[in-house]
């Protein structure tokens, strides 16, 4: 025999506490997993430059130490800085690459984590504000749209801005 609080959750979609957050996890980790072998591939692909650009300071910043207020990149010319951006994403590149990390998979790794943890706080809001399936299926969008498939392992800082967001 079944009471009203066992149906409810019982007839919501995946019910209520537990599955959502196992079955997002398993989601994120299938994610992670289909990117992994990319991450060691050179900076040679779409948006070139962009991702070059922002692994020649975490590289600088390896070699002869960390200096957020003056990132340098050489191929400009006197005084070699363009302040794009402010460079904590590369100077956290520089600690993986330091500890010996490669600097293609230490840089695409980092940006990896941080669209992960995009996706964790997209869907924590989320399942907060409007419910568990919503959350579900913004994550799947968000995880496994054709944008988030190029860019989520790229050498590049936008998804620890969002993330900071």
């Known amino acids: 025999m079944s009471t009203p609080a066992t149906e409810a959750t019982s007839s919501h979609w995946l019910g209520r506490v537990a ?3 196992l079955l997002a996890a398993l989601v994120l980790g299938l994610a992670a997993l289909l990117r992994l072998p990319t991450l060691a591939q050179p900076l040679v692909e779409v948006h070139a430059w962009r991702q070059t650009y ?4 975490a590289v600088l910043y390896a070699n002869e130490g960390i200096d957020l207020l003056n990132p340098q990149v050489p191929v400009f010319g006197p005084p070699f800085t363009l302040h794009l951006e402010f460079p904590l994403f590369q100077a956290v590149a520089a600690l993986f690459i330091d500890a010996g990390v490669q600097a293609e998979v230490a840089l695409r790794s980092l940006a990896l984590a941080c669209f992960l943890a995009t996706a964790v706080v997209l869907w924590l809001m989320l399942s907060r504000h409007v419910g568990d399936r919503a959350a579900f299926i913004a994550l799947l969008v968000f995880l496994f749209s054709p944008h988030a498939l190029v860019w989520s392992r ?3 800082i936008e998804y620890s ?3 900071g967001a």
């Open 19 to 21: 599955v959502p957050p």
């Open 54 to 57: 922002t692994a020649f300071p």
């Open 154 to 156: 790229a050498s590049m």
């Open 161 to 163: 801005a969002t993330l």
